[in-house]
């Protein structure tokens, strides 16, 4: 058991536990939070998608031993930004989300590229979504909210 | 009155963007028990003994022993057992369930269990039929005899995995000592429903069922839950403590439905005008270990044989072979893929062989309105497939791209696809085994509710049939909710699938609000139900398979762009333009992501997912190894909806849900067909198929 | 009873590995899916672990004159968009995984594991990589094809971890990677080549290729590649034929439920074959 401190949601956290666990294990069985999901357990779908310090990580696979010190995010805490709000207004407009499962895990997907690249081409936008799989769109609505939002957020990011 | 096609802001927007929408495996529960299941190693064979170590306290086996009532899965056809009886017949096939609180133990139990197989020879390949069906048109013989050209061609499909993001999952719990409460990712609370009720030999108020937000289906969660279901219901009742089972992706992958594989042999009478006078066609398919609800994909997939065509003599038959492999279920066209990329191709390779140009070939055969279907029912309705068709090769600069691909070796191919999707279940189904009931309820506040069994599954449901209760009700859309189908409220409008949901329940719907509306009481409470009534000229005989399978049939063309590498064989997708005719979108935004996403799903099926057996064990078993397009893998895509409003439909709606899906794979086929200069005969068109193509100079 | 420790600092996790068996994980990509266990369960570590992603003096990119010095907990992601890193193994990693997985993913990582299809690995090997283990003892620098001897399998001790890749920094006039994946992103490679020339006055002066997905381990031959070396370019096009059937020999694909060996090695040597016709 060690004591693992980190930032989650912008409170911080401190847990005596495995650090061996899934971190996405730890966010909805320790903290009850339901925004990431397990799609696959070996990160390849992106449903877990969690920021790490800013930048999109599958917590299915990453170890709670490596946020320790650090800033994790999850959608609970993403929905309280400005920049959510931007992002969800695009969503809703083109259409980017139908049985929703993949949703949180493109919007953080979408907030990782964007804070790093806020006016990204429509590749560098596919590329910056290309680990979160979706299978009811198609992806292509997606890839027109996430330029919408970096068209209408401008400044924001 | 506002257009209803003028798309609005969808009814679970918030929820789902934000991450609160509930999935089964998010709903909060104290002290849960976890069930796993443990399946056969063996794809047949006799169990001859089962050794489970002692159990630790409150930890539990439910197995066949446990099933109060039948142990036999209530679905079209009834030979799926809940637990495996003394003989196994694919591999994963689930013999019995672990349940108790910790998963570590679980799985410590299930690694220690000892089965004690008697190995049997198993069947694979197409062998054992256990389905076979005819229908006849015209006289084939006579046009055979009268042939001056007799041409065939066999054409294979294989497996596709649904491969939504949310694995399959429920949750049981007992409501009191005897209502079994189920929550679930499914596509039909009743089949759930019934299912169980008929597994526990209970009432018809002893079971719950509930829908959650369901995270993709395609079909795949069609039929396959019920076996879920009545697995815990059966250890609910005897546990008598919530049980929660969501199973492993992988676990997903190896053990429930995937589309039917298939071979379909197809042999056409050619006269001296280069006309097609007639089609024989034979279509095989694998169901598996059990047959489910293959009969019916099969009845689909031999009416779809002509496809967007009239051919005048018919001779189909087809067979469903049972193979000691998972059983294979319902997936988005349901038989219809299968056959569309068939006859498609055949078009195609026809008009090679004869030497004329393909497209005018095609336009020759074209159905048009009043003539003739398969199965001899008629085409009532108007057909606009050639302005369709003008219109998808105009937004695609289709002849002239077709034309320089021809003349050049550039590794560019263009394809087009043509196909129609019967709307609603085959057949008698509606009249006959699902007689939809819809219920609508205002409250004293005039607030209206949806009482349906319709499942949002992503598809919209949730929104769309709720505008088309707005709109006929002039309300405002806040003035009206749809919850989800929860058995205790509402009532049996029957399964959320063959493309039923908008023209079907919706119609439904539709004329319940009207009658609310004619019949309003302001600040009252009302509830109306409405019936569905089959058309008395729509006329089918199911033993012949002759007469209307569909009440109406909703129309699609694509067109793929690709480039092949002749370096790698990979196939790289440049564009996609389609044009559908579905009578009327309810909501224009919605209907263009159903596009997007069935075409995805629709090309990656010609070209890109793999899955393949070995002696019944299937070998692409997760999301690295059964590959499914990303972002960068889709092209751009252009999707053109043209008016043609059906009488019978809402606001002239047909059917949308299977539509975008069955001309992917054609289309994508013909495309690596041109550039690849070779002809393909099967899908998916692999880069290690295309290698082998283009390594042999002669077909 | 496994211990999992999180080292404070690099020689403190020196320090554990002298004292006690710790395998080291890095980002976790690999290890976390390899051992992993069912739905909500941590997986199935058998030993002792070593937790050194977050290790700041691990994380860092030295450019010197004719190399380049690269931290063994960089994460990928950085690499990508590093001005220092080399534009061919940027070209590699770009298409390697998914943006997630690259955030957390390091060339240690991927050399620990030794993944036959490994991408990273063929920048390695072509950039004539040394790898810098150390432990409380000492260091050793070892070149890369020296680490890896099998398929998951690295001459790395007990009590070492890999504290830096050292890669060098050459011109090439040309240089082309190919990753032949199921699809275009988050993709296993069936076959993967990375090849790279320095051709002055119409004259090969230095000519690399790797191969990957079809051997044990990553294909390099100084052998074949000295004899391309000194070679005019003609001279290098006119001997095609040879040089492509001497990399033939050295190709030992498998039938897996990717592809097969018939489409791995028409492809490798399909590859090679345009690289040097396109010269």
């Not at chain 1, 999109?56 to 800033?71: D, G, Q, R, W, Y």
């Not at chain 2, 044009?579 to 075409?599: F, H, N, R, S, T």
């Not at chain 2, 393949?612 to 190894?625: A, P, Y």
């Amino acid at each position: 058991m060690t004591l693992i401190k980190f930032k989650l949601n912008g409170i911080d956290c401190e847990i005596e536990s495995d650090p061996s666990l899934r971190l996405l294990d730890v966010l909805r069985n320790h903290f009850k939070l339901t925004g990431p999901k397990e799609g696959c357990g070996e990160g390849e779908c992106g449903a877990c998608a969690v920021l790490l310090d800013g930048k999109i990580v599958n917590s299915c696979i990453t170890p709670l031993a490596n946020v320790h010190m650090k800033e994790v995010t999850t959608i609970e805490g993403y929905r309280e930004t400005n920049k959510y709000q931007v992002l969800k207004e695009a969503m809703e407009f083109e259409n980017g989300f139908q049985c929703g499962i993949c949703t949180p895990g493109m919007m953080i997907a979408a907030e990782s590229l964007l804070s790093k690249n806020p006016h990204p081409t429509e590749e560098e936008v596919r590329i910056g979504i290309s680990g979160n799989l979706c299978r009811c769109t198609g992806y292509n609505m997606i890839v027109k909210a996430v330029l919408r939002a970096s068209k209408k957020g401008e400044g924001i990011w | 009155m506002k257009d209803i096609s003028t798309s609005i802001p969808k009814m679970d927007a918030d929820d789902k963007i934000s991450g609160r929408a509930l999935y089964v495996d998010d709903y909060p529960f104290d002290d849960l028990y976890h069930a796993k299941t443990l399946r056969s190693t063996k794809a047949k064979a006799k169990i001859k003994n089962i050794h489970i170590p002692e159990l630790p306290d409150d930890y539990f086996v439910v197995d066949k022993f446990d099933v109060p009532h039948s142990n036999v899965v209530k679905m079209i056809f009834e030979d799926w057992p809940v637990f495996a009886n003394d003989i196994v017949n694919y591999i994963g096939e689930p013999i019995l369930l672990i349940c108790g609180r910790d998963k570590t133990i679980i799985d410590s139990i299930l690694n220690q269990i000892i089965v004690e197989y008697e190995d049997l020879e198993p069947t694979f390949h197409y062998v054992k039929s256990v389905i076979h069906k005819g229908f006849v048109k015209g006289d084939l013989n006579q046009a055979f005899q009268e042939a001056i050209h007799l041409i065939e061609y066999t054409y294979e499909t294989g497996y596709q995995e649904q491969a939504y993001i949310e694995p399959q999952g429920f949750v049981a719990y007992l409501e009191d000592e005897n209502k079994v409460t189920l929550i679930g990712s499914m596509q039909c609370p009743y089949y759930v429903k019934n299912a169980v009720i008929d597994t526990l030999g209970c009432k018809e108020d002893e079971v719950r069922v509930i829908q959650p937000a369901v995270g993709g289906a395609f079909g795949g969660k069609e039929e396959f839950p019920s076996v879920m279901a009545c697995q815990l219901a059966v250890a609910v009742k005897k546990i008598k403590h919530p049980i929660k089972m969501i199973y492993e992706r992988e676990e997903d992958m190896l053990v429930t439905t995937k589309r039917h594989p298939s071979k379909i042999i197809l042999k056409a009478s050619i006269d001296m005008l280069n006309h097609i006078t007639g089609i024989k066609a034979h279509v095989s398919l694998d169901s598996g270990a059990y047959i489910g609800l293959s009969g019916v994909v099969l009845s689909r997939a031999m009416i779809a044989v002509t496809d967007a065509y009239t051919i005048n003599h018919l001779d189909v038959t087809g067979d469903v072979y049972e193979t000691n492999t998972v059983p294979n279920g319902a997936f988005r066209g349901f038989g219809a893929p299968q056959m569309i990329f068939a006859i498609e191709m055949f078009m195609n390779h026809i008009a090679k062989k004869l030497k004329v140009n393909p497209l005018q070939f095609r336009l020759e055969h074209l159905a048009h309105q009043g003539d003739l279907t398969s199965t001899s029912g008629v085409f009532r309705d108007p057909i606009i497939m050639k302005p369709m068709i003008e219109k998808a090769m105009e937004i695609s600069g289709y002849q002239e791209k077709y034309q320089k691909n021809e003349q050049n070796n550039n590794f560019k191919g263009i394809g087009m696809s043509w196909f129609l999707h019967g709307c609603g279940f085959t057949g008698s189904g509606e009249s006959k085994h699902i007689h939809a009931k819809v219920k609508l309820r205002k409250d004293e506040h005039d607030h209206i509710y949806l009482l349906v069994a319709a499942v949002d599954m992503g598809q919209g449901a949730k929104t769309s049939l709720s505008k088309i209760v707005a709109q006929t009700l002039e309300l405002p859309m806040s003035d009206v909710s749809f919850d989800y189908p929860d058995t205790d409220f509402i009532t049996d409008s029957g399964p959320t699938v063959a493309s039923r949901t908008t023209m079907i329940v919706g119609g439904l719907l539709a004329r319940a609000a009207q009658q609310m509306k004619d019949t309003w009481k302001p600040h009252e409470e009302m509830v109306v139900t409405m019936n569905y009534e089959q058309p008395d000229y729509i006329v089918w005989d199911e033993d012949t398979l002759r007469g209307d399978a569909y009440p109406a049939y909703s129309w699609g063309v694509n067109i793929v762009e690709v480039e092949v590498s002749p370096i790698t064989y990979q196939v790289t997708i440049k564009n996609i333009w389609s044009v559908y005719d579905i009578g009327k979108a309810i909501d224009e935004k919605m209907a263009l992501g159903q596009a997007d996403g069935g075409i995805s799903q629709g090309v990656a099926y010609g070209y890109l997912e793999v899955m393949e057996h070995k002696q019944g064990k299937i070998r692409q078993k997760n999301m690295t190894d059964y590959i499914i397009p990303t972002s960068v893998d889709m092209a751009n895509t252009k999707t053109v909806i043209m008016d043609n409003p059906y009488a019978l439909g809402p606001y002239g709606a047909k059917g949308i849900g299977e539509l975008t899906l069955v001309g992917g794979a054609p289309a994508v086929a013909l495309a690596i067909e041109q550039a690849i200069k070779r002809e393909v005969h099967q899908i998916p068109a692999t880069p290690e198929y295309i290698m082998e193509l283009m390594n042999h100079d002669i077909d | 009873m496994v211990n999992h420790v999180i080292p404070n600092t690099y020689l403190d996790a020196l320090r554990y590995l002298s004292d006690q068996t710790f395998k080291v994980i890095a980002g976790g990509t690999d290890l976390m899916i390899q051992k992993r266990g069912t739905r909500e369960t941590p997986p199935n570590f058998d030993s002792n672990m070593l937790y050194c992603f977050n290790l700041k003096e691990l994380n860092y990119v030295h450019k010197e004159k004719l190399h380049i010095h690269i931290g063994s907990m960089t994460p990928l992601e950085v690499l990508l968009h590093h001005q220092d890193i080399p534009e061919i193994m940027k070209q590699v990693i770009a298409e390697m995984a998914s943006p997630a997985i690259r955030n957390v993913a390091t060339l240690s990582g991927n050399i620990a594991n030794a993944s036959p299809a490994g991408d990273s690995l063929l920048s390695l090997y072509l950039l004539n990589a040394e790898i810098v283990l150390e432990s409380l003892n000492g260091k050793r620098v070892l070149p890369i094809d020296q680490v890896i001897t099998g398929p998951r399998q690295t001459v790395i001790s007990k009590d070492e971890i890999i504290k830096e890749i050292i890669i060098e920094n050459p011109k090439f006039s040309k240089i082309q990677w190919t990753k032949v994946g199921g699809r275009r992103a988050d993709a296993i490679s069936k076959i993967s080549c990375l090849s790279a020339v320095q051709i002055k006055n119409n004259k090969v002066i230095d000519f690399r290729l790797t191969l990957g997905a079809v051997y044990k381990t990553v294909i390099r031959s100084r052998e074949i590649e000295s004899k391309c070396i000194g070679l005019t370019l003609d001279q290098l096009k006119e001997n095609k034929n040879t040089i492509l059937s001497l990399y033939e020999g050295l190709i030992q694909p498998i039938d897996d439920q990717r592809s097969n060996r018939i489409y791995r090695k028409k492809v490798a040597l399909n590859i090679i074959e345009k690289w040097i016709a396109d010269l």
